[in-house]
């Protein structure tokens, strides 16, 4: 049986993907979100965007929990969708295309540690990593990574700030920011997202 989370802004949105999911043949949908519910616990995310705050909640269902997530999004912009990849989602359903089918389909895929990704989603996903790999503006192919940029690195991945970085290495915020400033540069990374995406793509997270 997979143990399935819902988590939603708001109650009807979470009712509407309830609906969607109950009856499925080996699912078992929790009316609350909770912690600690079993190795084939899959969180369902709907969320319209990958804000910030959206960021930080798939972060922690995925990182701090060890959760398999399928994400279901309204729109996702490049950067968003490397933040999503980021957090660790591997799994994405489109809003307007989820139905009972799909959707079941989807946390039966995460459950197993597979992806599921629509065809549209993962030709921009492709390009993006194909266009932070190769060309003028690249990301260096030899590269390397000292160990306290992994550690800064990993816990920027869990969505902290840099003084709660600085505090859990006791380094100061100055250094903190010198060392994500540094590797941003060295890189040619972008911003905070596109570095924590370069280095799990490159085996460090």
């Keep these: 049986m997979i143990t399935v989370t819902l988590h939603a802004d ?34 369902v995310i709907l969320a319209d965007r990958v804000d910030d705050d959206a ?28 933040s999503a990849v980021a957090c660790g989602v591997r799994t994405f359903v489109w809003r307007h295309q989820a139905t ?29 990593l194909g266009r932070h790999g190769s060309g003028a503006s690249s990301v260096p192919m030899v590269t390397g990574l000292s160990d306290r940029e992994v550690q800064v ?22 250094t903190v920011k010198n060392i994500l400033h540094g590797l941003m540069t060295r890189m040619q990374l972008r911003n905070r997202a596109h570095a924590v995406a370069f280095a799990l793509r490159e085996g460090y997270l």
């Design 153 to 174: 690195l990993r816990f920027v991945a869990d969505g902290l700030e840099n003084r709660q970085i600085a505090g859990k290495l006791s380094y100061s915020e100055r």
């Design 100 to 128: 009972s089918e799909s959707l079941a389909k989807a946390v039966r895929s995460a459950a197993r540690g597979d992806s599921e990704v629509p065809s549209d989603l993962l030709n921009r996903l492709l390009v993006q």
């Design 55 to 82: 960021a930080v909640m798939l972060r922690r269902l995925v990182r701090g929990e060890s959760r398999e997530a399928v994400l279901v999004a309204g729109k996702l912009h490049e950067r968003e969708l490397l």
């Design 10 to 43: 708001d109650p009807i949105a979470r009712a509407g993907l309830s609906g969607l999911l109950r009856g499925q043949p080996e699912i078992e949908v929790l009316e609350r979100p909770v912690q600690s519910v079993g190795r084939r616990s899959v969180a």
